[in-house]
């Protein structure tokens, strides 16, 4: 008796012939079946001897479990009344199988696969991905096999939800593989590429087939996929009380608000786009947060809500040092179908004594004969609070100690920058040997324009100060590109600390081009940030003199 394979479901034409010799007319036989889901048709009859054959169709049980089946034959000759005996093989296996980007066998038609809309810009050009060719991470792979030795063919096609695929033959999408489509047994395996085009209305609405036709069989494969839509932002409220210590994460974009609020957004994430509108708590959802760059606590956890649509990143209290960049994404079982870029930076972080944590002396500048800053005490602090919170980012803490009245040669409440000594000497006032001074002048290069000053702020370091003079930054009341209060005063004394703390003998060295960033040359009204090489060198660099 021959031997042959099918699926769960399907059946199997084998071959059964009379051998038995010598004296044999005919041969009376029945094949007995090592497995009740395995089933001979006929079971029993008469064959010629020798030579003679018939076909016997072997139906599988859907139920049937994988492995192989032993059909036994037992005969009896005439006229000799002898016996023999013989036996076949049936290998229950899946004949031919679709894998979905790695999806288990026991979730491919629940919940099935998912596949991310290619509908974003990946590479900013203003194109939707899914008008481009190249490799992209939202196409995922279709893997076709069928069994070895097999006979036939074997055809994908789309039982529902055709528009809302497109496959390719290759990774780059330079080839549309139009469904249905056939192949010889032969050339499996195969992997196509699929993308998806159009959302889903409901779970599961795309659903395909690989169905076998040849030697056995029926047999087929199905996966079921939905095309999804998901979005993330960042959200100041959601499953728990916001934390401000000692660590914030939030997106890469700006972030200033007026009266120096630093960031709008905190440790949370969540969905604000998800198509189609699904119960999430029945699928395999997690949200992963990925460090890309710089140090996170290792014990930071990512706690998703009840409903999996919202998550935050837990940063155990106290923990200091965490300064770079991430991502939060969210999975659906192996797969990544919405992020979003952020930074990670402490904000306020607990702190020792003179770690990382510096404090001003401000100098309210007079020249005891009637002319002084209009500054006050209670504006520096206010001034100063805004300062302590755009510096933090950085994992340092620069606050107000002494706010004192100082009497200085007058020809210094006009100060000229390419006057170096008046400068050095202004610094010299007074000087304190532990905190950063700050003198609050009437303006810096007044005579360079016409009725107000020309420069907004002014910073000799430790390092350029040398042996003989002492550092200290100077502040005017006005100046000519509007310096004089608000954000705008606040970024440029927190810009001159940073240049003190890089200590630099050059400060112009520490400027960049970038509108953002808060080492900016001049004013401008979203300059903020900085970056993590910034921030570690000034956490390297610093010096108090």
């Not at 087929?220 to 100041?236: G, N, Q």
């Not at 040092?321 to 990544?336: K, P, Q, S, Y």
């Amino acid at each position: 008796m021959s031997s042959g394979a099918s699926c769960p479901g399907g059946n199997v034409e084998l071959e059964l012939s009379a051998g038995c010799e010598p004296d044999c007319a005919s041969l009376d036989w029945s094949i007995s079946s090592g497995s009740p889901d395995v089933t001979p048709n006929p079971a029993s009859g008469s064959l010629a001897c020798p030579g003679g054959t018939v076909a016997i169709t072997v139906e599988v049980s859907s139920d049937a479990a994988p492995g192989p089946v032993i059909l036994s034959v037992t005969g009896t000759t005439t006229p000799a009344g002898g016996s023999c005996n013989g036996q076949g093989t049936v290998s229950v296996a899946e004949l031919v199988n679709l894998t979905f980007a790695g999806l288990p066998p026991a979730e491919e038609t629940d919940p099935g696969g998912f596949l991310a809309i290619n509908d974003d810009d990946d590479n900013e050009n203003g194109v939707p991905d899914m008008n481009e060719t190249g490799v992209d991470p939202d196409v995922r792979s279709l893997e076709l096999y069928a069994h070895a030795g097999l006979t036939g063919t074997a055809t994908l096609s789309p039982l529902s939800g055709a528009a809302r695929v497109k496959a390719y033959s290759d990774g780059n999408r330079t080839t549309v593989v139009p469904l249905p489509k056939s192949w010889d047994v032969g050339e499996l395996p195969q992997t196509l590429y699929l993308e998806g085009v159009q959302v889903s209305s409901a779970v599961g609405d795309v659903e395909l087939r690989l169905l076998y036709a040849g030697d056995s069989g029926p047999c087929e494969d199905r996966v079921k996929l939905t095309v999804l839509r998901a979005e993330i932002e960042p959200i100041t409220s959601g499953i728990g009380p916001i934390p401000i210590n000692p660590a914030i994460v939030a997106p890469m974009t700006p972030l200033l608000l007026d009266d120096g609020v630093l960031f709008w957004n905190a440790n949370y994430f969540a969905l604000t786009t998800f198509q189609p509108n699904v119960d999430l708590s029945t699928l395999p959802v997690t949200w992963v947060f990925d460090t890309t760059s710089g140090f996170l606590n290792p014990t930071a956890e990512v706690v998703a809500a009840p409903d999996r649509r919202s998550a935050r990143l837990e940063i155990p209290w106290p923990s200091f040092g965490n300064l770079g960049t991430g991502r939060m994404e969210f999975h659906i079982g192996e797969g990544v179908y919405a992020d979003i870029e952020a930074l990670i930076k402490n904000v306020q972080p607990d702190l020792e004594p003179g770690d990382f944590r510096f404090q001003i002396k401000a100098h309210l500048c007079t020249d005891g004969a009637g002319t002084s800053t209009s500054r006050t005490e209670a504006e520096i602090r206010t001034i100063m609070s805004d300062v302590t919170k755009v510096l933090s980012q950085c994992g340092i803490i620069v606050t107000t100690g002494q706010v004192v009245t100082t009497q200085v040669n007058p020809a210094y409440m006009k100060l000229d920058s390419t006057a170096w000594f008046d400068m050095w000497f202004l610094f010299g006032t007074d000087e304190d040997a532990t905190a950063i001074d700050v003198f609050f002048i009437q303006a810096i290069d007044f005579a360079q324009e016409e009725g107000c000053g020309y420069t907004s702020g002014l910073t000799g370091t430790p390092a350029a100060s040398g042996v003989g003079y002492e550092a200290g930054i100077a502040i005017p009341d006005s100046a000519c590109d509007g310096t004089s209060a608000g954000q705008e005063v606040v970024r440029t004394l927190a810009h001159e600390i940073v240049h003190y703390l890089f200590n630099h003998n050059d400060v112009s060295d520490d400027h960049v081009a970038d509108s953002r960033n808060l080492m900016l040359a001049g004013t401008n009204e979203t300059k903020r940030d900085l970056s993590q090489t910034q921030c570690l060198e000034v956490r390297s660099n610093y010096g108090v003199d």
